[in-house]
C-alpha cells in the first residue's frame, strides 16, 4: 500500500467506514501485538493492550498528523496503552530506587547482548524478565528512550530506570551465558 492509498484508507476510517477499519486492522494486527505482548505479561494482557490500543487508534485516526510514519503512530499508542496499564497495575511495585547520579561499575553493552543470541530467543528471555524491568527495557532499547523520558512515562526517579536496564542487562546476560555454556558442553553452536 502506497502514501496515497494509505491517506485514503485513514480517512475512510476517519469517517468509521468498518470496511476501511477492518483493512488497516488486518493491515497492522500482526505488528502490533507483538509490540503489545512486549510490553505485557501474558498473551491475555497483551491481547487486551491490543484491543484497547486499536480501540484507541480508531478513536484517534482524526489527529494523525499526515507527517511521519502512520505506523510509528500507532506504535506510539499501542506502547503508551501498555504503559497506562502497567501504571494501573498497583502490585508491580518498583524494584529500586537509587539516586539519579548513581553511576553503575559494569556495563552490559546492548550490542553485546543483541550479538550473542538469535532474535526469537531473545524476545523469549526479555519476556521472561521481571515487569519492571522488561519495561525499562524495551522503553529503552526497542523505543530509543531516555532514561528521563522513561522516568516520565513510568513515574519513577531516572536513577530507578538506570538500575532496572543495567538489572535487566545483568540477568539477560547471564541468561545468554548460562546458554551458551549448555550449548557449548553438548557441542551445538547458537547458529553462529
Known sequence: MNIEQEAILISRCIEWDREAQNTLYKKYASKMFTVCFQYSRNTEEAEDTFHEGFMKVFENIKNF???????????????????????KNSNMALVTNIDDDFEFPESYSTEDILSRIEEEDLMRLIQNLPPVYKMVFNLYVFEGLKHKDIAAQLRISEGTSKSNLYEAKAILQRQINRNNGVLEATGRQNGR
Do not use: L
Request: hydrophobic share 35%.
Open 65 to 87: 498528523s499526515g507527517t511521519g510514519s502512520f505506523e510509528g503512530w500507532i506504535r506510539r499508542i499501542m506502547v503508551n496503552t501498555a504503559i497506562e496499564k502497567y501504571r
